[in-house]
């Protein structure tokens, strides 16, 4: 079957109207910048007719590009701003960090698994987003050089929150991540920081992601 990019920008508007805005997400810019990023470009080329299902799908090397409406939710729970310095990782295909990228002045994503941080890198070089860097790595150690960030998207669940990643956000930054048991329940966090040693931790609720693995995660399997 053949596409053209008509097609997909249709299906863009769907998946917005359907999975985003109709379970209550709101932001304009986040949803506009969602209706911009070229989903079909991030997953494997078979997989292509199944870019705008709800649900994860298999990126390689036992990942998943996560579900369009988890990585709205995350977006959104970070409340991005125009100026924002921000930090993901686990980059994956780089989608989430693409759509990041939309809406922040700079962003750096990190990936541990090489193969799937070049094909990330590929892409983004492809569609042209300048402001974004993909850089392999242990994600859970952060990014120190970079530091401090207004915002910082974990998209992997970790046993709990890393200590150095909340010292790489800057005052009034926040920090999302799932935090939970590797295979099993695990709910999404929000920490702000509210001041040198203050922090606000909510939770926004039950979610399924695949392990961090790293220094301040989980071991590897
Ligand atoms: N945001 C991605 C989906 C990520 S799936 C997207 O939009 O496609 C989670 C990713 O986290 C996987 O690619 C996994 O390899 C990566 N990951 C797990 N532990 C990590 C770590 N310690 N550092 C960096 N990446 C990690």
């Known amino acids: ?23 209550g997400i709101a932001d304009p810019r986040l949803l506009a910048a969602m209706r911009a990023v070229p989903r079909e470009e991030f997953v494997p080329d078979h997989l292509r007719a199944r870019a705008f299902d709800d649900s994860p799908l298999p990126i390689g090397a036992g990942q998943t590009i996560s579900q369009p409406y988890i990585v709205a939710l995350m977006i959104e729970a970070a409340r991005l701003g125009p100026s924002d310095r921000v930090l993901e990782i686990g980059a994956g295909s780089g989608y ?3 759509v990041m990228a939309e809406l922040a002045e700079r962003v750096f994503a990190v990936e541990r698994h090489a193969v799937l941080a070049e094909r990330a890198a590929a892409r983004i070089e492809r569609l042209g987003y300048a402001n974004l860097s993909i850089v392999v790595g242990d994600g859970t150690e952060g990014l120190p050089n970079e530091a401090p960030f207004d915002a910082i998207l974990v998209a992997a669940t970790g046993p709990d929150v890393p200590e150095v990643l909340l010292e790489q956000l800057a005052e009034g ?8 048991a590797a295979h099993g329940l695990q709910s999404l966090i929000r920490m702000t920081r509210l001041g040198p040693d203050r922090f606000e931790r909510a939770d926004l609720g039950g979610v399924r992601f695949v392990p961090l693995i790293g220094a301040h995660g989980f071991r590897e399997e």
């Open 1 to 23: 079957m053949r596409w053209s990019q008509g097609d997909f920008a249709a299906e863009r508007e769907r998946m917005v109207a359907r999975q985003i805005a109709a379970r």
């Open 96 to 98: 989430a960090a693409s």
């Open 173 to 180: 930054g926040r920090l999302v991540m799932p935090v939970g």
